[in-house]
T-cell receptor
């Protein structure tokens, strides 16, 4: 149980284009989803928190117009990186928390984004 | 300020050599301490949640313990497949949301 999937696992896009990453909770309903970014050999950096049906709450320094987050259902959240630049290249990981196990977060496998 | 510190940064052990990883924390009102395992290029894999001092949990060769100031992840007779980065996090309330405050991780290498 508590499986979170992400798609795609790897994506390469050209500078200036947009890319969408999907995060799904497969066997539970995720009332809250989180998006993280991780640089090589560093710990996870929280980008935003989203509750189903509500606007995402972005961490300080994260551009909400660049990183669009939609949490339209209890099993799906999407992160769209708009007008991507090479500095957006990173490892993006989503995480989900159910309403039942209030404090436990389960993570997806991550998406490696490379912007050329 | 809520803070999590993990030590050591890296640990090299021989197969079968038991040891412990440390996670010390300061948080106002602990609502859970979490251990995760992360392999290169993968998302963190949930291992344990501990909620109160004195609590212990076990899974195969791993055992997590919790005091009021720190948590230990004990690894008994490790195997090469236990090599990974082990992350510790505490649940903290930030504004109206609960968030995980992360340690920097301990990279564990088990040599055959």
């Amino acid at each position: 149980g508590a499986v979170v999937s992400q798609h795609p696992s790897r994506v390469i896009c050209k500078s200036g284009t947009s890319v969408k990453i999907e995060c799904r909770s497969l066997d539970f309903q995720a009332t809250t989803m989180f998006w993280y970014r991780q640089f090589p050999k560093q710990s996870l950096m929280l980008m935003a928190t989203s509750n189903e049906g509500s606007k995402a709450t972005y961490e300080q320094g994260v551009e909400k117009d660049k990183f669009l987050i939609n949490h339209a259902s209890l099993t799906l959240s999407t992160l769209t990186v708009t007008s991507a630049h090479p500095e957006d290249s990173s490892f993006y990981i989503c995480s989900a928390r159910s309403g039942l196990a209030v404090y436990e977060q389960y993570f997806g496998p991550g998406t490696r984004l490379t912007v050329t | 300020e809520d803070q999590v510190t993990q030590s050591p940064e890296a640990l090299r052990l021989q197969e079968g050599e038991s040891s412990s990883l440390n996670c010390s924390y300061t948080v106002s009102g602990l609502r859970g301490l979490f251990w995760y395992r992360q392999d290169p290029g993968k998302g963190p894999e949930f291992l344990f949640t501990l909620y109160s001092a004195g609590e212990e949990k076990e899974k195969e060769r791993l055992k997590a313990t919790l005091t009021k100031k720190e948590s230990f992840l004990h690894i008994t007779a490790p195997k090469p497949e236990d090599s990974a980065t082990y992350l510790c996090a505490v649940q903290a309330r930030v504004d109206s949301n609960y968030q995980l405050i992360w340690g920097a991780g301990t990279k564990l290498i088990i040599k055959p």
